[in-house]
T-cell receptor, first 112, second 114 residues
């Protein structure tokens, strides 16, 4: 049973466009929702994270939108660039120090 | 500051053989985690150390997997005997105890069992 479901599996966006990746979770005990970015040959790197007490968090071109009642959260990449081409993972956790539960990943390709 | 390092980066072994993966966490990080990604699926949790103690090993698939963390520093993950379904990328992550949720990942070890 996959506790965090991520879509789409792959995404192609033109340079300058908006990339949107969605995740849904089951466990209402989750209280931390990070997004990780992974380039080939590298490990996942934390991109941006949100707690359920806010509905949106923005860092540069990256924004997380969070809907607690729907148990959904999404990553928006504004003005997408070819350098953003990577695999993106959403994740969830509860209580500091506990394990992360990951979504299946989205392979993003930004065409020049 | 050095990041999380893992060794080897790749390993190809035959079914039935033994493989040992190593992870060196960021210095001062008491939390150490092992995760695995199989066949393009989600990254799945294997286990969590706090210093040298196993805090949570609920994700370990079976008793062919043995994890240790000597003296609360580096960790090893041994697979013995390896099966075909053990193929995947094994990630190690570390975090500071008590200071929040951020986990820093290593580059992973790609294990192929033939």
């Amino acid at each position: 049973q996959q506790q965090v479901k991520q879509s789409p599996q792959s995404l192609i966006v033109q340079k300058g466009g908006i990339s949107i990746i969605n995740c849904a979770y089951e466990n209402t005990a989750f209280d931390y929702f990070p997004w990780y970015q992974q380039f080939p040959g590298k490990g996942p790197a934390l991109l941006i994270a949100i707690r359920p007490d806010v509905s949106e968090k923005k860092e540069g071109r990256f924004t997380i939108s969070f809907n607690k009642s729907a148990k959904q959260f999404s990553l928006h990449i504004m003005d997408s660039q070819p350098g953003d081409s990577a695999t993106y993972f959403c994740a969830a956790s509860h209580n500091a120090g506990n394990m992360l539960t990951f979504g299946g990943g989205t392979r993003l390709m930004v065409k020049p | 500051e050095a990041g999380v390092t893992q060794f080897p980066s790749h390993s190809v072994i035959e079914k039935g053989q033994t493989v040992t993966l190593r992870c060196d966490p960021i210095s001062g990080h008491d939390n150490l985690y092992w995760y695995r990604r199989v066949m393009g699926k989600e990254i799945k949790f294997l286990l969590h150390f706090v210093k040298e103690s196993k805090q949570d090993e609920s994700g370990m698939p079976n008793n062919r997997f043995l994890a240790e963390r000597t003296g609360g520093t580096y960790s090893t993950l041994k697979v013995q005997p390896a099966e075909l379904e053990d193929s995947g990328v094994y990630f190690c992550a570390s975090s500071i105890q008590g200071l929040g949720y951020e986990q820093y990942f290593g580059p992973g070890t790609r294990l192929t069992v033939t």
